[in-house]
């Protein structure tokens, strides 16, 4: 059983940085890939960027290309996300996810963190 806790999420004034950490426990053979997917009220769940454990090969949604980065440390079994330049639309709950095969599609993900919020003022 692979746990995800997400941490890190605030208020932040747009065009500012912040950066959340997703915490991995049970990783091992259960997960090939980790993502960002968010949510904001009144909308569906959006992809946001994934990455392999291994290569660290990573692909981002449109949206947030050249401003956000998804990375990875395997030693401490915790995924980020740095996202800079935040807009207003960035504003969403923030959910981490592990799952099988470098998709956007939520479907592909198996376990779900509880999601941490993140809020831009303008």
């Known amino acids: 059983q692979v746990q995800l806790v997400e941490s890190g999420g605030g208020l932040v004034q747009a065009g500012g940085s912040l950066r959340i950490s997703c915490a991995v426990s049970?990783?091992?053979?259960?997960?090939?890939?980790m993502g960002w997917f968010r949510q904001a009220a009144g909308r569906e769940r959006e992809f946001v960027a994934t990455i392999t454990w291994s290569a660290g090969n990573t692909y981002y949604a449109d949206s947030v290309k050249g401003r956000f980065t998804i990375s990875r440390d395997n030693v401490e079994n915790t995924v980020y996300l740095q996202m800079n330049s935040l807009k207003p639309e960035d504003t969403a709950v923030y959910y981490c996810?592990?799952?099988?095969?470098?998709?956007?599609?939520?479907?592909?993900?198996?376990?779900w963190g509880q999601g941490t919020q993140v809020t831009v003022s303008s």
């Open positions: 996810a592990a799952g099988y095969g470098l998709s956007s599609n939520f479907k592909n993900y198996l376990y």
């Open positions: 049970g990783r091992t053979f259960s997960s090939s890939v």
